[in-house]
């Protein structure tokens, strides 16, 4: 039976949710109605926190699975300014230690977190390949691996390019993994992490060579 006291529903819960039926059904079986029902409360409980709707929810969904905690969802100018967030794929403890270590250990690092909050999410995956929603998190990372490329010697628009070869990495990474989980011949998990950090050593050599 759904409840009118809607005390307690939050973002990160409504997400959460979503994420727990999109897991189960598929992004196709995710609606409004659907989620109200999860959660106990009416359809219009969620849209309080998502006014725009189903898309408003589709990019805060994004934007939880690739950072440590739930951001706004919004277009970047729409976020609270102030608000510290962490690079995707790592906890806030993790920023300060992350700037001490050297540029290739700060990009493994992060790729690594990355990777395990993506497969944490899987079920998400096809909704992040089709939507990046603009937000504070994004700028962190994307100032992460820009300082690390920095120091790793690279200039102008080869730091941007190898960015996004180490973002579309990650996810393409991660999408092989799941596609073949199952088989007979899907590598364990621990061979799967080697592989990963097998083929990002291979991209930063590349990259910087």
């Known amino acids: 039976m759904r409840s009118r006291n809607n005390a ?3 973002r990160e819960r409504i997400i959460v949710e979503a994420l727990h039926i999109i897991e189960g059904r598929g992004l196709g079986g995710l609606s409004m109605r659907r989620l109200g029902d999860a959660l106990e409360v009416e359809a219009m409980a969620v ?3 998502f006014p725009k709707g189903k898309e408003q929810l589709f990019n805060a ?3 939880y699975v690739t950072t440590a905690r739930v951001v706004n969802g919004l277009s970047e100018d729409e976020g609270p300014e102030d608000e510290e967030l962490p690079a995707a794929g790592t906890s806030e403890e993790d920023v300060e230690r992350i700037e001490e270590l050297p540029w290739e250990e700060r990009i493994t690092l992060w790729a ?3 990777r395990a909050r993506l497969l944490t999410y899987s079920g998400a995956l096809s909704l992040l390949m089709h939507r990046a929603p ?3 998190a994004e700028r962190r990372t994307a100032a992460l691996l820009d300082g690390a490329l920095l120091d790793a010697g690279l200039t102008g628009g080869d730091v941007a390019a190898t960015r996004d070869a180490l973002l579309g990495y990650c996810l393409g990474s991660v999408g092989h993994q799941v596609r073949h989980a199952g088989r007979e011949d899907a590598p364990s998990e621990d061979e799967a992490l080697s592989r990963f950090r097998f083929g990002l050593r ?3 050599r590349g990259a910087t060579s």
């Open 8 to 10: 307690g529903l939050n």
């Open 47 to 49: 849209y309080h926190h």
């Open 61 to 63: 969904i994004a934007a």
């Open 112 to 114: 690594e977190g990355y």
């Open 134 to 136: 603009r937000t504070l």
């Open 202 to 204: 291979a991209l930063l």
